[in-house]
């Protein structure tokens, strides 16, 4: 059974870059049948789709946060992270990796990390 | 981009039915697949509907899904009612990006 963990830092100062990683169990990332995702939702709100990587490393991001967001893999380590560069306080949110489908169904989700972004 | 939007919340009482739309503010909601999660307090999104109206395997068939092209929205329905399904619900759909609904908040009377 395929599972998803999100692992980095809890706490993150303004300004500074947040870096997650996600760690596949159960299945390989460098299928050809999924892209990898990480989608975001701050305390009390929706969902939000940060940006999509694929094992080869093409990669597409939500254009509202293309140009802070950096997202990569590590095939060898089953492995794909998330930079955030320049957080803000309402970059705080529970941070959740998931496999998307080609038919753009994400499944399964990771548990999820929250990342507070205080000094 | 285009936006789904939810209504905010629905209640009913066990063993009726709900309904939630998600309308797609433009582009037509014919021409992508949507995705419907629900979480529940605390956990992370769950798949209870896929490509429209695909249930995975464990979903019970309660669940339905729909696409209507005349109001451009999908809609999840919830029938038999049970406390258990007391959750928020997404959709979702893609277009050049992934877009997530606003959100329903379900509440079982």
């Known amino acids: 059974q395929l599972q998803l963990q999100e692992s980095g830092p809890g706490l993150v100062k303004p300004s500074e870059t947040l870096s997650l990683t996600c760690t596949v169990s159960?299945?390989?990332?460098?299928?050809?049948?999924?892209?990898w995702g990480w989608i975001r939702q701050p305390p009390g709100k929706g969902l939000e789709w940060i940006g999509s990587?694929?094992?080869?490393?093409?990669?597409y991001y939500n254009p509202s946060l293309k140009s802070r967001v950096t997202i990569s893999v590590d095939t060898s380590k089953n492995q794909f992270s998330l930079k955030l560069s320049s957080v803000t306080a309402a970059d705080t949110a529970v941070y959740y990796c998931?496999?998307?489908?080609?038919?753009?169904?994400?499944?399964?989700w990771g548990q999820g990390t929250l990342v507070t972004v205080s000094s | 981009n285009f936006m789904l939007t939810q209504p905010h919340s629905v209640s009913e009482s066990p063993g009726k039915t709900v309904t939630i739309s998600c309308t797609r503010s433009?582009?037509?909601?014919?021409?992508?697949?949507v995705q419907w999660y629900q979480q529940r307090p605390g956990s992370s999104p769950t798949t209870v509907i896929y490509?429209?109206?695909?249930?995975p395997s464990g979903v019970p068939d309660r669940f339905s899904g729909s696409i209507d092209s005349s109001s451009n929205s999908a809609s999840l329905t919830i029938s038999g009612l049970k406390t258990e399904d007391e959750a928020d619900y997404y959709c979702?759909?893609?277009?050049?990006?992934?877009?997530f609904g606003t959100g329903t908040k379900v509440t079982v009377l």
């Open positions: 998931a496999r998307r489908t080609v038919t753009t169904w994400f499944d399964p």
């Open positions: 159960g299945g390989s990332i460098s299928s050809s049948s999924y892209y």
């Open positions: 990587i694929y094992y080869s490393g093409s990669t």
């Open positions: 433009s582009g037509s909601i014919a021409s992508n697949y």
């Open positions: 490509e429209d109206n695909q249930r």
């Open positions: 979702q759909s893609y277009d050049s990006s992934n877009v």
